[in-house]
């Protein structure tokens, strides 16, 4: 009988899959602020994503319980500081339903004119900074461009560029200044006649087409099941939006104007989509305010209040459509001069939560595409 000889082959790492922990973050990975992402890959590509968050946590719901009801505006209004002013409108909507207070009309066109504006500031924020994030540099120069129209317009009403402080408890600070709703309108039509160049030098961008068609699909079911609001949902076809479906304000009356966009394919194309669009349906309300502001005799802006305001003991819930997503506020009183507790319930907080559905089985190159495509603020995450 022949002898055999057996011989062993080792067979290296190289040979089998090997999954490979990334972290991405904390430090600033082109968003808007300090995000962690730890990503499982498998060569290139991702098995697992899990968002870690927290880095910029403030407290402020903690904060909420240690600051009377004129205090608390200014902590609300900083969690996304790109929607100042729709951060302060929900607080100061949920203590006056809690006192069953009646705002001026003048107060509720004024809100609702300034709340779109400040819509408008955010959506050219990111319809500048998502090209910037795919390699385009040139949009962002136009967004901020026009973001300085309205800006010099929301500065010189309310004394704040981004952290605007103008809402009360009643109404607003003041009333509007001389001669302002003129320029407040020249300057809407001014952003307004030169959208068209973020239209068509990002839309009509092969190479943006090309990065973000078909990439990060979102299902409806997986919106459903995450919470996710604003123009993220209606990129993937869920038809909600506060301002028709529960109007406050001033929205009820403007129906006609109001439009919610959605787009059915659910990608990242779809959300960027949705944003511009909505960015021109924004000045189109914001041009009705005018009107409607036009129309109003001179009156109040605010209600007088006591110099000591306690809410009744009791809770109530006020929600709004922020340009992010839903954000709401649960107050419940003891019938103090402080909020015995104030939850505040974020648009970001939610939409993040998907990259844990969106990320895996995508490319490593895709994941800044997705990411960005979310539109978040990391404040409103951590809060």
Same mark, same amino acid.
């Given at each position: 009988?022949?002898?055999?000889?057996?011989?062993?082959?080792?067979?290296?790492?190289?040979?089998?899959?090997?999954?490979?922990?990334?972290?991405?973050?904390?430090?600033?990975?082109?968003?808007?602020?300090?995000?962690?992402?730890?990503?499982?890959?498998?060569?290139?590509?991702?098995?697992?994503?899990?968002?870690?968050?927290?880095?910029?946590?403030?407290?402020?719901?903690?904060?909420?319980?240690?600051?009377?009801?004129?205090?608390?505006?200014?902590?609300?209004?900083?969690?996304?500081?790109?929607?100042?002013?729709?951060?302060?409108?929900?607080?100061?909507?949920?203590?006056?339903?809690?006192?069953?207070?009646?705002?001026?009309?003048?107060?509720?066109?004024?809100?609702?004119?300034?709340?779109?504006?400040?819509?408008?500031?955010?959506?050219?924020?990111?319809?500048?900074?998502?090209?910037?994030?795919?390699?385009?540099?040139?949009?962002?120069?136009?967004?901020?461009?026009?973001?300085?129209?309205?800006?010099?317009?929301?500065?010189?009403?309310?004394?704040?560029?981004?952290?605007?402080?103008?809402?009360?408890?009643?109404?607003?600070?003041?009333?509007?200044?001389?001669?302002?709703?003129?320029?407040?309108?020249?300057?809407?039509?001014?952003?307004?006649?030169?959208?068209?160049?973020?239209?068509?030098?990002?839309?009509?961008?092969?190479?943006?087409?090309?990065?973000?068609?078909?990439?990060?699909?979102?299902?409806?079911?997986?919106?459903?099941?995450?919470?996710?609001?604003?123009?993220?949902?209606?990129?993937?076809?869920?038809?909600?939006?506060?301002?028709?479906?529960?109007?406050?304000?001033?929205?009820?009356?403007?129906?006609?104007?109001? #439009? %919610?966009?959605?787009?059915? /394919? *659910?990608?990242?194309? =779809?959300?960027? @989509?949705?944003? !511009?669009?909505?960015?021109?349906?924004?000045?189109?309300?914001?041009?009705?305010?005018?009107?409607?502001?036009?129309?109003?005799?001179?009156?109040?802006?605010?209600?007088?209040?006591? #110099? %000591?305001?306690?809410?009744? /003991? *009791?809770?109530?819930? =006020?929600?709004? @459509?922020?340009? !992010?997503?839903?954000?709401?506020?649960?107050?419940?009183?003891?019938?103090?001069?402080?909020?015995?507790?104030?939850?505040?319930?974020?648009?970001?907080?939610?939409?993040?939560?998907?990259?844990?559905?969106?990320?895996?089985?995508?490319?490593?190159?895709?994941?800044?595409?997705?990411?960005?495509?979310?539109?978040?603020?990391?404040?409103?995450?951590?809060?």
């Amino acid at each position: 009988m022949t002898p055999t000889t057996e011989t062993m082959v080792g067979i290296g790492g190289a040979a089998e899959s090997t999954d490979m922990v990334l972290n991405i973050g904390p430090q600033h990975p082109s968003t808007h602020g300090v995000l962690r992402l730890r990503l499982v890959l498998d060569g290139e590509r991702i098995t697992r994503a899990e968002p870690v968050i927290g880095y910029m946590h403030r407290g402020a719901e903690k904060l909420f319980e240690a600051r009377d009801y004129r205090q608390i505006i200014m902590l609300a209004n900083r969690h996304d500081w790109l929607s100042a002013f729709s951060n302060e409108l929900g607080v100061v909507l949920a203590v006056e339903r809690m006192l069953g207070m009646e705002v001026p009309t003048r107060a509720v066109w004024t809100r609702t004119l300034l709340a779109e504006l400040n819509r408008v500031l955010n959506h050219l924020m990111f319809l500048g900074s998502y090209p910037l994030e795919l390699g385009g540099i040139t949009p962002i120069f136009y967004a901020f461009t026009e973001r300085e129209k309205l800006q010099h317009v929301m500065e010189e009403v309310s004394g704040g560029r981004m952290h605007y402080m103008f809402n009360r408890v009643g109404g607003l600070k003041e009333d509007l200044p001389a001669g302002w709703t003129t320029r407040a309108r020249a300057a809407v039509a001014e952003v307004r006649s030169r959208m068209d160049r973020l239209d068509d030098l990002v839309l009509g961008n092969e190479i943006f087409r090309g990065r973000t068609r078909g990439v990060g699909v979102l299902a409806p079911e997986t919106v459903h099941a995450y919470g996710v609001s604003g123009p993220i949902a209606r990129g993937s076809g869920v038809d909600f939006d506060l301002r028709r479906d529960e109007p406050y304000l001033g929205y009820g009356d403007l129906g006609d104007v109001l #439009k %919610v966009v959605t787009r059915k /394919e *659910g990608d990242c194309l =779809a959300r960027f @989509e949705c944003l !511009l669009e909505q960015t021109h349906n924004s000045l189109d309300l914001a041009d009705a305010c005018l009107d409607r502001l036009t129309e109003l005799p001179p009156g109040p802006i605010n209600q007088r209040l006591p #110099k %000591v305001l306690k809410a009744p /003991e *009791g809770h109530t819930y =006020a929600w709004t @459509e922020n340009p !992010l997503g839903i954000n709401g506020y649960y107050l419940v009183s003891k019938g103090e001069k402080t909020p015995y507790r104030l939850k505040l319930r974020s648009a970001s907080y939610n939409n993040i939560q998907a990259l844990t559905e969106l990320l895996p089985g995508t490319l490593v190159a895709d994941m800044v595409a997705i990411l960005g495509s979310l539109f978040f603020v990391v404040g409103d995450i951590d809060k």
